[in-house]
């Protein structure tokens, strides 16, 4: 594969892969009929070059944007109800996420609730609420401008309530945008801790996809792909980032995507709390996490984890080395291995262990995790 020209996947949604990849956007919508696009984002990237060159391109070829991009940077419903309003009020014709994975979160969850009224949460998949998605949605465009939650080819939105700070998962196949435009350009200023951050999540998403009890062959293949991919290029694209390292990153992100429709685990159990409760970026909340969460997980499970080393090429192939390799990799892209260096007590702990024990991606793991066990992580991690 080069990294000089734009290739075409079909996953099942159609994704516009390579550099330049999004300046085929305007072209896209006056070919599908559409001129009145709502563009969501959030408010870092609003203010960024390359968004606002991207509106400036819609703009030249005589489209109607409207931009929302007043959300939290883990998402409320209050944020889905404002941006519907827009929606509204403007008289829009389709739907433009681009952005992180907050931002495509907030852009999917408008696009269900355009043409579903009732309260937003009815519609969570873990009570069942996916049954009550029936009508169409508005034509929906991602675009991702991290490499790392890949939401770009997902079906669903994690969303949190406003008061209680629980996450509900809003999922439906028709939520799947209708076209991808991935463009590595689009990361390259990424700075290097949000690179970093945001690699590690996808790093989360292929292992624990890989890891999970639900079989789903397909997914185990390409997962071990996306782990082998960061494997060569996160580090680079923290630090000293090319097209290629960023392009290898972008894929890899999006794998993990497909991937973890096998199941997540421990780890985002761990990191979820950290989120609803301290407001913590969800990949650094991973990335700190993921080695005691996997070292949890190695004994019954040694064969997956000598599949990993392997993958990884690690001299040793063993579930130990799996995890000094995590910590390796998150000094050198300068993560920290402790929970109170992102500001978490000692008195947090209780309270972060009753909200992992009633997360929705533990019961994949591969092994039961009590509510005690996420205690002791949490301490052994602090």
Do not use: W
Not at 124 to 149: Q, S
Request: glycine share 6%; hydrophobic share 40%; net charge negative.
């Amino acid at each position: 594969m080069t990294f000089d020209k734009i290739y075409q996947y079909n996953f099942p949604t159609t994704i516009r892969f390579g550099a330049g990849a999004v300046n085929e956007l305007a072209d896209y919508l006056i070919k599908n009929n559409l001129s009145k696009p709502l563009v969501v984002t959030d408010p870092t990237v609003a203010q960024l070059s390359f968004f606002k060159a991207i509106i400036g391109d819609l703009k030249k070829k005589n489209l109607s944007v409207e931009v929302f991009h007043d959300t939290h940077k883990n998402p409320v419903k209050s944020d889905v109800y404002k941006g519907t309003d827009v929606f509204d009020q403007t008289k829009r014709d389709s739907i433009i996420g681009i952005g992180g994975g907050a931002a495509l979160d907030v852009a999917r969850s408008i696009v269900l609730r355009v043409n579903h009224r009732e309260d937003l949460f009815k519609y969570d998949d873990l009570i069942g609420g996916d049954v009550y998605v029936t009508n169409d949605v508005p034509h929906f465009i991602t675009i991702p401008t991290t490499a790392g939650t890949g939401s770009e080819v997902g079906r669903s939105a994690i969303i949190a309530d406003d008061e209680t700070h629980q996450k509900k998962i809003l999922f439906s196949p028709k939520l799947l945008a209708k076209i991808v435009f991935a463009d590595p350009m689009l990361t390259m200023e990424l700075p290097p801790f949000i690179t970093a951050a945001t690699g590690m999540d996808a790093l989360t998403h292929n292992m624990e996809a890989y890891l999970a009890k639900m079989p789903h062959p397909l997914c185990e293949g390409i997962s071990l792909e996306g782990i082998s991919l960061i494997s060569q290029s996160l580090e680079k694209a923290t630090n000293k980032p090319d097209i290629e390292s960023r392009s290898k990153m972008l894929i890899a992100s999006l794998m993990g995507a497909v991937a973890f429709q096998k199941g997540l685990g421990v780890v985002h159990s761990l990191a979820h709390p950290l989120s609803s409760l301290l407001d913590t970026h969800h990949g650094l909340a991973n990335a700190v996490n993921i080695p005691y969460g996997m070292e949890f997980n190695v004994g019954g499970f040694e064969t997956k984890f000598k599949r990993i080393a392997r993958t990884l090429e690690l001299k040793e192939e063993t579930g130990a080395a799996v995890v000094n390799y995590l910590f390796d990799l998150n000094s050198r892209i300068n993560i920290p291995h402790k929970l109170r260096d992102i500001g978490v007590k000692q008195e947090h702990v209780e309270t972060l262990a009753d909200l992992a024990i009633a997360d929705f991606a533990h019961p994949n793991n591969p092994k039961p995790v009590s509510r005690e066990d996420f205690k002791q992580l949490y301490l052994k991690a602090l």
